[in-house]
């Protein structure tokens, strides 16, 4: 496995400096970009402003989800546009070969999103999970969001690559470097990054040959950038660093699954638990395109609504684990074994190391280039306004919905009135009503009144056969709703006095439109004829009428915007 030491790319980087110092890009670690990507890395400022919403006793949910979603003003594409963990998240990455393999296991393009908000909210898997279930959870979840939008960084660089797109600043170098940014960050020491995960779970699991990803990974991002510059641009080169980068993700992200799992197998507590369900849904995708079964098995070990992990749960998915690794170019000596395990020498011995296993040939940092030194972008006002408005938009859309419910609930309680004394509609089931008044709320556009009549009807008519409903069948709902529908069109707005000439036409018809509906009462010892019930619009005041057929008599009165001295049919 050749590839620079630590030290060695340390040394370097310091050379590929000196020659330009001050006027270069800045270095990331052990990473020298070639192209301008100060704010794309600063993205992990937003991670550790994320997590300080998070810190303490009482966590402010609601601030995280405002950096989330709106930045802290961190990372900027420019002053006046905020680069966004939610952006990241909610992009659609289909088409991308690390993506895809996670959405041809089954993730939605956009589970990043999806799960981080229920966390915030406390909703679906999170529902009712205690706080440090909730808070871990997101601390993780939001790197291995930056994790993944690095992929699409990559997955980039090698389409331009392939258009011939790869000049330094630009192109391929330019999405090459962002895909290191995301995953290194800004911070000296990288460690609030993802990579600083892959650092930690390369001393958990350190010795015996195993792979330290941490250092290996920085050759492999730097031969990748060799590969996609134009003088040295290799398309089979640059793919190849690619995919390694992606094992080396899935030797940091597994190793930490399998830490976990066992700290919650033998003292459990929410905390562990959610570290390996975070991290883990960071590769799983990943393992489930090589071994499903194997990804399957650890996905449920670490579900997060689980209350505790089961005894013999750590040995069986390491079992599987470790026999999905060769598929994806791995073994268990390049994995190594957690250095504080307890449980791993009584799981069963499926350990084969491959002979061949060989990571390419790393290389070291680029030779810094002259540039002019990057500066520092604040865009939060930018990310405060975004936050403002849409906070703003929020509340009206509240408000809105609160009076238009208001005003639907009034209409609807004011436009259809029965009259007891007059009606025989007494031997009409409840489902009768039900389906009557829910054809009058489609005819006057409100949400309300079925609810209303219900308990209406309720009141009305008790000792009613429950095969009615079947008897009344979804025929007469849709008559009823077809011909109130039609109906409503042709209502002039309550108070508008006679229609104008325009509206006269479509309310006068040579045929005045009617529909009339059986409806089959079924009360005990009544042996009554069937009602029924014809609706037809009143051409002087552009009501509707539900009248029975024989008599003809209204039974109700339906108008569009009453007002409340017109709620009630007397007639």
Partial sequence: MACPSSRFLAVALLLAMSSFGASAYPALGGYMPVSNVLEHAEIIKDVMAF????????????????????????????????????????????????????????????FWDAVILAALDGTADFAGAERTKRVTSLKKLVLGVCNFYASHELE??????????????????????????FYYGSEPDGAEAAWGAAAEYDADFAGNGSITVSTQIVAQFNA???????S?????????????????????????????????????????????????????GFVASYNASAAKAMRDALDISKPSVPSGTFCAVREQMLQA???????????????????????????????????????????????????????????????AAAAAAAAAAAAAAAGAASKQTTAVSAAVSFSGASMPLMAVSLAAWAFLLQASCVALSCDRLLVQAQ??????QKPVSEGVKTQLGLEI????????????????????????GARRSRIVREEPVTAAVTLVPRRAGDDSAPVKVKLAPRRDTGEILLREAQPTRPVAVLRRRPSEDQSRSTA
């Fill in 156 to 181: 980039a660089a090698i389409k331009k690559v392939e258009s011939g797109d790869s000049a330094d600043g630009s192109g391929s170098t330019l999405a090459w470097d962002e895909g290191w940014a």
């Fill in 455 to 460: 308990a209406t009807a309720g009141a009305l």
């Fill in 232 to 284: 040295t641009a290799s398309l089979t080169n640059a793919t190849r660093a690619r995919d390694t980068i992606y094992k080396l993700w899935a030797l940091t992200y597994i190793r930490a699954a399998l830490k976990y799992v066992e700290l919650s197998e033998t003292s459990y507590n929410g905390k562990v638990h959610a570290e390996g369900f975070a991290w883990y849904m960071a590769i799983d």
């Fill in 325 to 387: 690794l060769p598929a994806m170019g791995l073994d268990c000596k390049a994995l190594g074994t957690f250095k504080d395990s307890t449980l791993t020498a009584s799981c069963p011995s499926v350990c084969n190391v491959s002979a061949t296993l060989q990571l390419p040939a790393g290389r070291y940092p680029a030779a810094a280039v002259s540039a002019s030194a990057s500066s520092n972008i604040d865009c939060s006002a930018a990310a405060g306004t975004a936050a």
């Fill in 224 to 230: 990748g950038l060799h590969f996609v510059r134009n």
């Fill in 477 to 500: 709902a849709r008559r009823l709703m077809a011909a109130l529908r039609l109906l409503a069109r042709a209502l002039p707005p309550s108070g508008e006095g006679r229609p104008d």
């Fill in 51 to 110: 997590a300080d919403a998070l810190a303490g006793e009482s966590p402010d949910y609601a601030k995280a989800k405002k950096i989330y979603m709106f930045g802290a003003g961190n990372s900027c594409k420019s002053p006046s546009s905020v680069r966004t963990l939610q952006g990241f998240a909610q992009k659609d990455l289909t088409g991308e070969s690390f993506a895809d393999k996670f959405i041809a296991g089954g993730f939605p393009a956009k």
